[in-house]
């Protein structure tokens, strides 16, 4: 029988699993994905990009392409019963309702097309998605000090190559025997021993259910169906989102790219088995499509076109009673929350699990940080996961609820369900995430930069390049490099107490014991742990980064000004924005974009020794 070994094994190449993957694989982790699909995704399943998400996907450079094939979603539309019958506008809005957000929309691609982008990003590390292949057995060792050691192999897994109609098979049915493991069909089994494995494998998630993890919440009784489809229609905001509350039910409008449209459709009569599953053999998107054309009366709209993809789904809200097994094996996406999908948010959480994910695996791997540091997983992404679904509920009831009307004098207003909408703007975007105080949430400082939140992401402003003027997003001087940033704003060069302060700063950070030194491997280069960006007050027309001392700047290209640009009057609000005094500020982004902690900039390198040595190592 084969046998291997490797750092991280993924299983499920779906969002979540190839987000983690292409971060790892970014990084020069040893990993590798499975999955039981013959087949990457051709159409349908989750397809809204949030703005939060868009972020994220700048941050690995993926975003450009994204931008380029898929379709922006910029403005929302409401639709209510009118007095005269059908349904008429009541309003249209901005989609997202973020301020801070870089990227004000929300982006719309199939599936299919956004896994490829992983996909190919994949390939030029090197990596394919073994397919179609599954686990069969999932052991975890229980000596703790092969536990304790970040370099042991604990994990067991036994993966079997499925031929691809017994692959198939699996896929469409989930034919499994009761333990979860295939039936016929094998070509070949190898044993593959891992430090760590990730399971993200969806919402009937194998590794999950080997864990002996449970999902806790509740079915609620909303079924939709959805179609993507090329539709005909006079209905004139098909190309916004719409959410419509008929007195034949609701509907959502999500346009697509290129002609594409996606209908959410709320279902009254579809027959439920007794496991509260839907038997999809018993209906069709006929019942779909039909139910959309009376919804849109007095509108009318066909489907002269094949279908490019359809489903049935009754709205669960559950989360994974765990996210972990011993900080060894874990669970992300689907595989630990379930919720309706008309927010637009389980890829987005799925992606966003794994990315938070990413680079702690990397520093413990590296030996830079405490085996520890991976229980902040948890910690973070089940209490998101659990507003989420709080959220959800909310949204759900009001979205999948009757609208008020002359006959139902207790039903959803379009007041009601618009307040919603906006008052969860800043969540569903995903901007407004916010981790608690924790090892590597520190809010003790907050007064220093009273606007950039510690716990959320940093806050996106124009910064100008002190050597050529040319202008910069901060977000872009921050890429998901698996490297913590430290954003030194400095105030002004010109002044002598401020100027003071910066040397005093470079001298101390120089010293053995400052952190920089006590926690970047010996022989590393400075910057390979901690990347050191200043940003001044000085005027470009005066500003010479050369005046910042050369400990402070890897690179001429790390030194910035917060003035007005030369064109396009953008900048010059950084600190502003960040509430940040002329005194300056020490701002620690983590290598996932989210404030770490603040500190005053007064010459002391000292602040940061507590925060780091948490969960860092001295390598030294």
Known sequence: MKESNVDVLIIGAGPAGLMCAQGLAAAGVDVRIIDKRPKAVPAGQADGIQPRTLEVLQSYGLAERLFREGNQMHMTAFYNPSPSGGIERTGRAADVTAPTARYPFEVTLHQGAIERIFLDRLAEHGIEVDRPMQPTSLELSQDEAELNDPQAYPVKVVLKHLNEAHAISLTKQENQTPNGTPTDGVEDTEVVRAKYVLGADGAHSWVRKTLGFTMDGEQTDYIWGVVDSVPETDFPDIRNRTAIHSKNGSCMVIPREGDTVRLYVQLSEVEVGQSGRLDKAKMGPEQVMETARKSFAPYKI???????????????????????????????????????????????????????????????????AQPSLLKTYEAER??????????????SALFSGKPRSEDNEDGVTHEEFLKVFQTFGQFTSGIGIHYQDSTIVDSSNQAYAKNLVIGQRCIPQTVL????????????????????????????????????????????????????????????????????????????????????????RSHWSKVFVDDIALYGNIGGITYESYGISSEGAVVIVRPDGYVGMVAPFDGSTTHFDGYFSQFLKSTN
């Open 465 to 552: 390049r002190a050597a050529d003027c040319r202008p910069y997003n901060i977000h872009d001087l921050m890429p998901s490099d698996t490297r913590f940033k430290v954003l030194l704003f400095v105030g002004d060069l010109t002044d002598a107490n401020q100027l003071a302060k910066i040397q005093a700063f470079a001298t101390e950070l120089d010293t053995p014991s400052s952190f920089i030194k006590k926690f970047t491997p010996a022989g590393a280069k400075f910057d390979t742990v901690f990347d050191i960006i200043t940003v001044t007050t000085t005027k470009k027309e005066v500003c010479e980064y050369t005046l910042v001392p050369a400990i402070l």
């Open 382 to 395: 089940r209490k998101y996961a659990q507003d989420l679904i709080d959220f959800d509920k909310k949204f």
């Open 302 to 368: 066909t489907f002269p076109k094949e279908l490019e993809w359809w489903t049935i789904y009754i709205i669960g809200q559950r989360v994974a009673s765990s996210f972990s097994a011993r900080e060894r094996v874990f669970i992300a996406g689907d595989a630990c929350h379930t919720h309706s999908p008309k927010a637009g948010q389980g890829m987005n959480a799925s992606m966003n699990d794994t990315h938070n994910l990413v680079w702690k695996l990397t520093h413990v791997l590296r030996g830079w």
